[in-house]
């Protein structure tokens, strides 16, 4: 019988026009075109022995080609598709109630057994990240080739490659024998569509979707929503008045609770003022006066006796309240020695440093009071901060608990700076002008590197006032001799600590310090790497350490467990060949996965100090990255050291772990563009952290040792993030060197935890790792606030 072949009824659905096809063969091949470009076309073969074929919704004319056939393509039909035309079209079969166009209306989700979804659209410049997955069972035909691209509604591809996040064909759970396909994959597109096509080749079937406008908006807003942080977010106003300010009810209860506090000491408030406004002084000392802690003295150090009326005010409000007193000069010695002249003058059990500008909340000292009356031996404290602009509260800062290290990047303390007087008196001197700009920095490293305990209050209690001539309103740029005053501060802190490293001002970050860690010892680094097969990207990883490495002592340990692959022996015997340094040692696990087991028997076999666990999956950036990492961890106080990982399409899929209060450890503002800054650039400047991955964490040997190593009790899970805590439990720091990075290509050698096996094996693990830390999962932990919304990674305000 002759081949048949027409084209029918046209409906539009979801982002698609659906064509139904008359033919009486068995074989359909199908073909859409615009301007030249071939986009995605499907072909689903119907019940009734019709066909129906859909093409993208364009905002062009496209070309749809149709051939079938029983061998090859004899019979052949073309229709030209216009946006307009289809719409009405689809409008006239839906009002007649054709049933051979609305019963093809989205028959694609019935028949396709290829699922695609997008997950995330993340903004990154002048680009957005376009994360999307499939799901295909069974596997279809073709997936080695599969090819993902995404086009405009004029038909022009716009995107710039496809990254794959992970492939993999794992058993079906309900049908063993049959294999489920399911992929991660990324492209960039430019930023300023507003409806896109995505589709997916696999060889001989595409399958697509559209995002309309609607669709695109509600995946952006959907980031938004889960991605902006606290500084950003325009409702943290309503947040700070409505839900964390102290209520009237609060100061009844303070005031009744003073006089049982078990200490109560006095703060000496000290205020520089220097040609101070008379409104920002009036609110100033306002915002002292309505303290609900009594036991304060504010001494106002002024500065600019030329400026009667202000001389004045001042001379008004002593008189108004005894504890508040005039501390007049005779000129102005420059922030420093002002703030000196405070400090001698003062009589308080603590010296508070006030900003002539800025705002208190009225239960500041209250808090301050508890913290030191909870915490006796607290010798340092400070609080949460914000900004005051033309009367609104903006930027929260919701800081991290106490880190030299991010000090030694910026001031983060800042507000309001407190400390023990007995230790500032027992300074050798008190410092000079040279730190002017950065002399609340220079008295934080004084007192911290003192200090039997540092307390911070986790609540917004300073307002930092925004003007034209505040450091607030115009940034550090401002005051340029801030910039070495800050430098002078960071450098004396690591002379007086020992540490053998120099401040650099403004060497990656503008306005910010850079430790450069000075190397004249290279300690051996065993470098070691778990493997199961997977040949190509262990050799990809190697290949990256010996090209580019400039660490000139260092050996790599592959531990082998339970490879198959004839090529991965043959790896072994070559890369051992190429290069002494290299040896293969074997971990016997029983068959099974054992990260925790594979790493102790790696390190028991190395011949280094320094151990560095380091995944297979991994690549090396840059050439310096052993000594980014080996200058924090030759010190004393450091147990641990982990970097900037990047997934293959240049996100973050590491700049710390969380602790998550309650639901497990998490990893900090995962899949961000490496560009991004963080809340208060907390994904450019190294700091401390709770944890950071095994994928990539360097540590000593007698620190291992000490600790007992990994958990071999925790195989797969939370391992590397139990050994953290250890670390911080035997009083040593986990730092995260955010200077250099690897690529880390996670997921492209381990199957998705699927089976019941593993889930049974998570929640073991899970288990253990919570009943273990149960005190620092439930209260939080210290580098990661606890106003950040629950489990959320992006410092999100919890609104």
């Not at 209306?105 to 680009?127: M, T, W, Y």
């Not at 022009?156 to 063993?176: F, Q, S």
């Not at 000496?268 to 006066?289: G, N, Q, R, W």
């Not at 102790?600 to 380091?614: C, I, P, S």
């Amino acid at each position: 019988m002759p081949t048949t072949l027409t084209l029918g009824e046209i409906t539009r659905g979801s982002g698609k026009v659906f064509v139904r096809v008359h033919t009486n063969a068995n074989r359909l091949w199908a073909s859409s075109s615009a301007g030249g470009n071939d986009l995605p076309c499907e072909a689903f073969r119907l019940d009734d022995g019709d066909w129906v074929v859909t093409v993208p919704v364009l905002s062009v004319t496209q070309r749809l080609d149709v051939w079938a056939g029983e061998q090859d393509a004899d019979k052949h039909a073309r229709m030209r598709i216009n946006p307009l035309a289809a719409r009405v079209q689809s409008t006239a079969n839906t009002l007649r109630k054709n049933e051979a166009a609305t019963g093809i209306r989205n028959i694609d989700a019935e028949l396709s057994s290829i699922s695609l979804e997008a997950k995330s659209i993340v903004p990154d410049g002048d680009q957005i990240i376009v994360t999307c997955t499939v799901d295909a069972f069974p596997k279809p035909v073709g997936h080695e080739q599969m090819s993902p691209a995404i086009f405009a509604l004029d038909g022009t591809r716009v995107d710039d490659g496809w990254i794959d996040l992970g492939t993999h064909l794992r058993p079906d759970a309900k049908y063993p024998s049959e294999k489920r396909f399911s992929s991660t994959f990324s492209l960039r597109v430019p930023a300023g569509l507003d409806a896109l096509v995505i589709g997916v080749d696999f060889a001989d079937q595409w399958r697509f979707i559209e995002l309309e406008p609607w669709r695109l908006a509600q995946l952006r807003d959907q980031w938004a929503q889960l991605a902006t942080p606290a500084d950003r977010d325009v409702r943290y106003e309503d947040w700070f008045l409505n839900r964390h300010r102290m209520r009237k009810n609060d100061r009844i209860l303070q005031e009744r609770a003073v006089p049982h506090l078990a200490e109560q000491p006095t703060f000496s408030i000290i205020v520089p003022l220097f040609k101070t406004p008379l409104d920002f002084f009036a609110e100033m000392v306002d915002s002292v006066v309505a303290q609900t802690y009594p036991n304060w003295e504010l001494l106002l150090v002024n500065a600019s006796p030329e400026d009667g009326a202000l001389h004045a005010a001042v001379e008004q409000r002593c008189a108004a309240d005894k504890r508040i007193r005039h501390i007049p000069l005779d000129g102005n010695y420059g922030i420093t020695e002002n703030t000196n002249a405070g400090i001698r003058a003062a009589t308080g059990d603590f010296l508070s440093f006030f900003d002539h500008d800025d705002v208190l909340e009225p239960d500041i000292l209250y808090w301050y009071a508890k913290g030191i009356s909870d915490y006796p031996t607290t010798d340092l404290l400070y609080c949460d901060e914000d900004h005051l602009q033309d009367g609104h509260y903006i930027v929260p800062f919701l800081k991290p608990d106490w880190d030299p290290d991010l000090l030694c990047s910026e001031n983060y303390v800042c507000h309001m700076l407190t400390v023990r007087k007995s230790l500032v008196d027992a300074l050798p001197e008190l410092p000079d002008k040279r730190f002017d700009g950065s002399q609340d920095h220079n008295m934080t490293f004084l007192v911290g590197e003192q200090a039997r305990n540092v307390y911070h209050v986790r609540r917004v209690l300073y307002h930092w006032r925004i003007h034209e001539n505040s450091t607030a309103g115009k940034g550090v740029s401002q005051k340029s001799y801030a910039l070495e005053a800050e430098r002078l501060a960071v450098q004396g802190h690591l002379d007086r600590c020992g540490i053998p490293a120099k401040a650099v001002m403004e060497a990656r970050v503008p306005g910010r310090c850079e430790v450069t860690y000075d190397m004249h010892e290279f300690p051996l680094v065993s470098i070691v790497i778990p493997n199961k097969d997977a040949p190509e990207v262990l050799s990809t990883c190697i290949d990256s350490i010996l090209e580019l490495t400039t660490w000139p002592l260092y050996e790599i340990v592959v531990v082998e467990n339970n490879s198959t692959q004839d090529d991965t022996f043959a790896l072994y015997e070559r890369l051992q060949a190429r290069d002494r340094r290299i040896r293969v040692i074997t971990s016997n696990t029983g068959g099974v996965f054992n990260f925790s087991k594979v790493i102790n028997d790696g390190f028991a076999a190395a011949r280094g100090e320094y151990l560095l666990m380091l995944n297979n999956d991994t690549e090396v950036i840059d050439a310096d990255w052993l000594q980014h990492l080996m200058g924090p961890c030759m010190r004393e106080d450091v147990g641990a050291v982990g970097c900037k990982l990047l997934y293959a399409n240049d996100t973050f899929q590491h700049v710390g772990v969380a602790l998550g209060r309650g639901f497990g450890p998490f990893h900090v503002d995962v899949s961000l563009p490496e560009g991004t800054w963080g809340y208060y650039e907390t994904d450019l400047l190294s700091h401390r952290a709770s944890a950071v991955t095994g994928a990539c964490l360097l540590t000593k040997r007698s620190v291992f040792d000490e600790v007992g190593g990994l958990d071999e009790t925790l195989s797969v899970n939370y391992n590397d993030i139990d050994y953290c805590m250890k670390v911080q439990q035997a009083g040593l720091a986990v730092l995260l060197q955010l200077d250099t990075r690897l690529r880390h290509y996670e997921s492209v050698t381990r199957s998705p935890s699927t089976s019941r096996a593993n889930a049974i094996s998570f929640g073991r693990e899970h288990g253990i790792f919570l009943g273990r830390w149960q005190r620092h999962v439930t209260l939080g932990e210290h580098y990661y606030s606890k106003l950040f919304r629950f489990w959320n990674p992006y410092h999100t305000l919890d609104v």
